[in-house]
């Protein structure tokens, strides 16, 4: 079992940014980033393989988003650029122990974090 702790959300103006935090218990395949809004779906956000350059974003994040790991520190951060209101979500931290599975699909994951919520006022 992999825990995973996520850190860094908070209240921001529209236009600022955030970074969050994820540090996971033990190494995976990939980690990922997805958020949830009140009454809406789980949303991609972004993932990484712990190996590798290779990065994926969700249309409405690309441009702003930038997804990076620290191997050292079993750590994935989630860079937040030029947020708008409709970034608000509780952001989940998520790992996959295969790379079988659509990067984008909640299910093609295995672990998941308890979330960190992120306010952005416009």
């Known amino acids: 079992q992999v825990q995973l702790v996520e850190s860094g959300g908070g209240l921001v103006q529209a236009g600022g940014s955030l970074r969050l935090s994820c540090v996971a218990s033990?190494?995976?395949?990939?980690m990922g980033w997805f958020r949830q809004a009140p009454g809406k779906e789980r949303e991609f956000v972004a993932a990484?393989?712990?190996?590798?350059?290779?990065?994926y974003y969700g249309d409405s994040v690309k441009g702003r988003f930038t997804i990076s790991r620290d191997n050292a520190k079993n750590t994935v951060y989630l860079q937040m650029n030029r947020l708008k209101a409709e970034d608000t979500a509780n952001y989940y931290c998520?790992?996959?122990?295969?790379?079988?599975?659509?990067?984008?699909?909640?299910?093609?994951?295995?672990?998941w974090g308890q979330g960190t919520q992120v306010t952005v006022s416009s």
């Open positions: 998520a790992a996959r122990k295969t790379w079988l599975g659509s990067v984008d699909l909640l299910g093609s994951y295995d672990y």
């Open positions: 033990g190494r995976t395949f990939a």
């Open positions: 990484i393989k712990w190996s590798g350059d290779n990065t």
